[in-house]
Nanobody, 121 residues
Framework: QVQLVESGGGLVQPGGSLRLSCAAS????????MGWYRQAPGKQRELVATIPSGGTANYADSVKGRFTISRDTATNTMYLQMTSLKPEDTAVYYC???????????????WGQGTQVTVSS
């Protein structure tokens, strides 16, 4: 099993910044893609940003230029630096990882429990 633990959420004023972290642990042979998703009240979960292993990050249009995704492969940790936050960024943010637990196993999707981000004055 693999556990993903998010941290760094909270309440911030419009225009402010937050940095989210996602730490992966457990039975990990290799982590391929990682990503952040968010779900606002009454809305479907949507992609925020993804970062493949050794590849180029991909962002939702709504966060391009404001959010930066990164990962530390040595510690299996992913980050989301959020700047110029807007009220519409308010949501629960979820960490996702596509993990191979052994050389012979298939990739599996894992999700964190989510961390609340609230942008409000």
């Amino acid at each position: 099993q693999v556990q993903l633990v998010e941290s760094g959420g909270g309440l911030v004023q419009p225009g402010g910044s937050l940095r989210l972290s996602c730490a992966a642990s457990g039975s990990i042979f290799r982590i391929d893609a990682m990503g952040w998703y968010r779900q606002a009240p009454g809305k479907q979960r949507e992609l925020v940003a993804t970062i493949p292993s050794g590849g180029t990050a991909n962002y939702a249009d709504s966060v391009k230029g404001r959010f930066t995704i990164s990962r530390d492969t040595a510690t299996n940790t992913m980050y989301l630096q959020m700047t110029s936050l807007k009220p519409e960024d308010t949501a629960v943010y979820y960490c996702n990882a596509v993990v191979k637990s052994s050389p012979w196993s298939r990739n599996r999707d894992y999700w964190g429990q989510g961390t609340q981000v609230t942008v409000s004055s």
